[in-house]
């Protein structure tokens, strides 16, 4: 196979992108609208499967200075997880990727080999990006590169670290936003609600590696062809079945729920027998990028609530660049996510690692554990779905 030469050269962001001008157009869409409605401009007329991903983002960018920063990142996106593609494909052999290297990030999680080298290869594509500052998992304050530059990003680096030694699907999560003009300190940039972003996607890096991502108008799914090096179309104009009977949950952590998480999933077990009068089948591979790329494809519901445990009162996910982006991708394709109070992308948050729980999927799904959590009746034995309101333990 003819090796992939690496991106050295920096690329050059045409002079017509202006942060200031990015950021009027991107943030005018008003609070709780409609994310699928918000960018007000269509995908690319020629969608057929093969399509390189060059050749779509060619297509978003023409006659687009708004859009044109956007697909210089995502190109320089798609690179750097070639590069992390290529080391993860080969396992022990490239060393105890999932070994702990005797460090803590800010939050006390124990930080594996592979977490800080795919770190330290993104924030290396986007200092050639036209980015300002970055939020990493892997660090606790964001990073400044380019302050005229009309775009942030948040990100996971490595999502599912526990799986990296035994060759389960780990993936890379990203949040953009554009940066404001008027922000007092870096954080300012990302203390915002998830529906304000101009792009979001995952990486996934399994038995293939795909680039699943949003600019506001559709998901589509690129999947990389390692013999040519480069992403090509798979899955054009992504749609989140309505309803399906597969749920995903840590169900060892059964004990430590409420009542009334209790009640949706006893019901669900019930099947056929229960309220819910059909059979479902649970499915959990302890990988985020993993359980919601199987939900994007062929439906079903995600929960990850907050529980009794220290620790994890208001669920473990991060909001800005794990729970934001991923229930961006959900929305755009025709899902719902929220905490089954809120949709997650009116939640504002208040401190730049934050947490919060979820729920996300097929609408049917994530409306019908809403119920469970509004009506104390819909499941007569048991109490309302995640504590008192909402996901969110009191």
């Known amino acids: 196979m003819k090796r992939r030469a690496l991106l050295t050269d920096p690329i050059t962001v045409p002079p017509s992108i202006h942060a200031a001008d990015f950021a009027r157009v991107a943030t005018t869409r008003r609070v709780g609208a409609d994310p699928r409605a918000s960018s007000g401009e269509q995908s ?19 006659g687009n200075n708004n859009k044109q920063a956007l697909a210089v990142l995502l190109r320089l996106i798609a690179t750097a ?14 060393g105890t ?93 990302f203390l915002r609600p998830g529906h304000e972003q101009v792009g979001a996607g995952f990486i996934l890096y399994g038995p293939q590696t795909s680039f699943v991502f949003t600019l506001g108008n559709g998901v589509h799914v690129f999947t990389l062809d390692r013999r040519a090096g480069v992403f090509q179309l798979a899955i054009p104009r992504l749609a989140v079945p309505t309803d399906s009977t597969e749920y995903a949950v840590n169900a060892s952590n059964y004990r430590h729920w409420d009542d009334s998480v209790r009640a949706y999933i006893d019901d669900c077990i019930r099947g056929a027998d229960g309220p819910l009068f059909r059979d479902h089948s649970m499915r959990w591979v302890a990988s985020l990028v993993a359980d919601a790329y199987r939900i994007l494809v062929r439906g079903g519901v995600f ?64 409306q019908r554990i809403s119920r469970y959590h509004a009506d104390p009746q819909f499941s007569a034995e048991h109490a309302p779905l995640f504590f008192r309101r909402g996901l969110i333990r009191r």
């Open 44 to 62: 690319p007329a020629t969608l057929e499967k093969g399509l390189s991903l060059d050749a779509f983002l060619d297509q978003v960018a023409s």
């Open 303 to 366: 929960l990850y609530p907050g529980d009794q445990r220290r620790g994890y009162r208001n669920g473990r996910l991060r909001l800005i660049y794990e729970a934001s982006p991923i229930s961006f991708l959900v929305e755009q394709a025709g899902g719902s996510a929220t905490n089954a109070v809120l949709p997650i992308l009116d939640i504002k948050p208040k401190e730049l690692h934050a947490r919060t729980p979820i729920v996300f999927g097929s609408c049917a799904a994530v």
């Open 81 to 94: 997880s070639i590069q992390v593609a290529d080391l993860v494909a080969l396992g022990h052999v490239a």
């Open 97 to 189: 990727l999932g070994a702990p290297v005797g460090t803590a990030n800010f939050d006390g999680d124990v930080q594996k080999r592979l977490d800080i080298m795919a770190n330290e290869t993104f924030i290396n594509a986007f200092r050639q990006a036209p980015v300002a500052a970055v939020l990493s998992e892997e660090l606790s304050d964001p990073l400044l590169l380019d302050p005229d530059a009309p775009l942030v990003v948040a990100i996971d680096p490595l999502d599912g670290s526990s799986n990296i030694d035994v060759n389960v699907s780990i993936g890379t999560i990203f949040a953009v936003f554009p940066a404001l003009n008027n922000a007092l300190r870096p954080a300012h940039h």
